[in-house]
């Protein structure tokens, strides 16, 4: 059973920073991808930054240059470090994985193609 539980949200001020964590378990596939999505009220959740078991990475145009994915396979965890925030940024963000996506820097951005997801944790970022 693959559980993704995701830490590090919380509130910060435009400008300002925060890291994310994805602890990963019962997942132990050699090939994988792994996403970041996020979801603002009213909103559909949205692909963020993708990485692959290669450690390939793939961003959103919206976070080019401010976040940055990152796995420690040693802990089974995903990182997302996000810098620069934007009141924007507001949403929950979720942590999500699978091992059956083919080509993971062409399929990313498709919620669909991930099986499993984490909870969530919600970033606010104030102006």
């Known amino acids: 059973q693959v559980q993704l539980v995701e830490s590090g949200g919380g509130s910060v001020q435009s400008g300002g920073s925060l890291r994310l964590s994805c602890a990963a378990s019962?997942?132990?596939?050699?090939?994988?991808?792994m996403g970041w999505f996020r979801q603002a009220p009213g909103k559909e959740r949205e692909g963020v930054a993708a990485i692959d078991s290669d450690g390939s990475t793939s961003y959103a145009d919206s976070v080019k240059g401010r976040f940055t994915i990152s796995q420690d396979n040693a802990k089974n965890t995903l990182y997302l470090q996000m810098n620069s925030l934007k009141p924007e940024d507001t949403a929950m963000y979720y942590c999500?994985?699978?091992?059956?996506?083919?080509?993971?820097?062409?399929?990313?951005?498709?919620?669909?193609?991930?099986?499993?997801w984490g909870q969530g944790t919600q970033v606010t970022v104030s102006s």
């Open positions: 999500a994985a699978d091992d059956s996506v083919k080509e993971c820097m062409e399929w990313w951005l498709l919620p669909g193609v991930f099986g499993y």
């Open positions: 019962g997942y132990t596939y050699s090939s994988y991808c």
